[in-house]
C-alpha cells in the first residue's frame, strides 16, 4: 500500500538487517527502524513498534533468521524462540511462526540454515500478502451486495488496526474496503479511535487517508448510537486469534460492537487470514489476555504548540487503573468470516468446510 504516494511493506530485510516502519511514531513521523539482533525483534514486538497479529508473527520470523545471524548454536535458538513467544501472548501468529521457523531449521547444517531461515520467512510474508489480498476479493462480495442494494455511500465501522499496517500489506478488515474502493464503490470508514494507544485514530485513519478513502474518527463509545440511527452498513474487525469454533479474540472493546451490532441487524464480519486460528485451543477462557502498562492509559502523547511531540498525564496520580488490551467476542454474535478460502459461519462446521 501507499504513503505520500510511494508503495511500503511493512518490514522487509535488505542488506542483513530488518527494516520496519515504526508504527510507535504514527502519524506524525514515519521512520524506517533497522532491526539488528534478535532482542532488537523482540522489543519491536513488546512495546508495538509492529503490531498486529500477521506482522508480528512475521517479525518474529525474521527475528530468527537474526538470531542465526548472531549465534547458530542450539541452546541459543531455542531459547530466542521461548523469548519470542512470551514477548505477546495473545496473537497466535507470532507462536505459529516461531513453530514454523524451528521446525524448518531444526537439524539442518549450519552452512545452509541461514539461507534456509530467510526463504521460509520471505514465503510466510509472501503468504500474507496473497492471503490478506484474497481476503479483500472475498470480502468485496459483501460490500457490493450492501451497494447494490442501497445505492449509495457504504458505511463500514472498524475497531483498532486491521489494516496493510497491521499485515505485511492489504490489511484484513481494510482489505474489502480496499478492493471496493478501488472498484469505484463509494465508501466511508467509523473508526474506532482505539483508547488506550488509538490505533484506529493514529493507524486506520492514517492509511485510509494516504488511499484517499473517506473515514471519520469517533470514540470507542460512539458506534452503538450510529448504529441505531442507521448510519453503519456492516461492521468488519479483524482478530489476534481465532478458536476453531468461530469463538474471536482482539482488540478490547470488539466484544461491545458485536453487541451492538447484533441488537440493530447489523451484519458483523470478522476478517482473518487462516495464520490466526487456533485449531488446538477449544475454551475461549483459556486464551492468554495481556495485561499491559497501566500508563498506557494515564498518560496520552501528541503534539504540543511547537510541533513537538510531549507525554502528559490525565490521570490522578493515586488512581489506579487496568489495562487489559483484549476481549472475546462469542460465536454467536459473527455473521461470518471472511478468511483467503471464502466466507463462513463462525463455527467448527463452517471453518472445516473452508480447511478441511
Known amino acids: 500500500m501507499k504513503i505520500k504516494g510511494k508503495k511500503y511493506k511493512t518490514i522487509w530485510f535488505e542488506n542483513n538487517v530488518v527494516k520496519i516502519i515504526d508504527q510507535t511514531k504514527l502519524p506524525h513521523e514515519f521512520y524506517i527502524k533497522e532491526l539488528k539482533t534478535i532482542d532488537d525483534a523482540i522489543n519491536a514486538i513488546k512495546v508495538m513498534e509492529v503490531r498486529g497479529a500477521p506482522l508480528i508473527g512475521a517479525t518474529a520470523a525474521y527475528g530468527i533468521v537474526l538470531a542465526l545471524m548472531e549465534n547458530k548454536d542450539q541452546s541459543f535458538l531455542e531459547n530466542a524462540c521461548r523469548n519470542l513467544i512470551r514477548s505477546r501472548p495473545t496473537a497466535i501468529n507470532l507462536k505459529w511462526a516461531v513453530d514454523r521457523m524451528f521446525s524448518k531449521i531444526k537439524g539442518v547444517n549450519s552452512s545452509d540454515v541461514l ?16 492471503f490478506c489480498k484474497n481476503i479483500g476479493l472475498n470480502g468485496l462480495k459483501i460490500i457490493e451486495d450492501i451497494y447494490n442494494k442501497k445505492k449509495d455511500t457504504v458505511n463500514i465501522l472498524t475497531h483498532c488496526n486491521a489494516g496493510w499496517l497491521a499485515t505485511i500489506d492489504w490489511g484484513t478488515a481494510t482489505s474489502p474496503i480496499y478492493q471496493a474502493h478501488q472498484k469505484g464503490i463509494p465508501i466511508h470508514v467509523w473508526v474506532d479511535e482505539t483508547r488506550p494507544r488509538n ?7 492514517f492509511e485510509l487517508n494516504e488511499e484517499n478513502i473517506k473515514n471519520t474518527i469517533i470514540a470507542d463509545n460512539t458506534g452503538g448510537i ?5 448510519e453503519v452498513d456492516a461492521c468488519i474487525v479483524g482478530t489476534d486469534r481465532t478458536l476453531s469454533n468461530g469463538d474471536v479474540c482482539n482488540k478490547v472493546g470488539t466484544y461491545l460492537k458485536a453487541l451492538a451490532a447484533k441488537d440493530n441487524n ?3 464480519y470478522v476478517a482473518l487470514p487462516s495464520s490466526t486460528i487456533d485449531w488446538d485451543m477449544k475454551n475461549s477462557e483459556n486464551i492468554p489476555i495481556e495485561e499491559r502498562n497501566s500508563e498506557e492509559l494515564s498518560f496520552v502523547e501528541g503534539l504540543d504548540n511547537n510541533n513537538k511531540l510531549k507525554k502528559i498525564r490525565i490521570y490522578p496520580k493515586n488512581s489506579k487503573s487496568l ?5 472475546v467476542t462469542p460465536a454467536k454474535y459473527i455473521t461470518g468470516l471472511i478468511t483467503e478460502k471464502g466466507i463462513c459461519s463462525a463455527s467448527e462446521e463452517g471453518l472445516n468446510k473452508l480447511f478441511k
Open 115 to 130: 539461507n534456509i531461515a530467510i526463504k521460509e520467512t520471505d514465503e510466510i510474508c509472501e503468504e500474507d500478502i496473497k
Open 199 to 205: 490505533q484506529g485514530a493514529n493507524l486506520t485513519s
Open 226 to 230: 450510529l448504529m441505531q440511527r442507521g
Open 323 to 327: 489495562n487489559l488490551a483484549f476481549d
Open 266 to 268: 447489523i451484519p458483523f
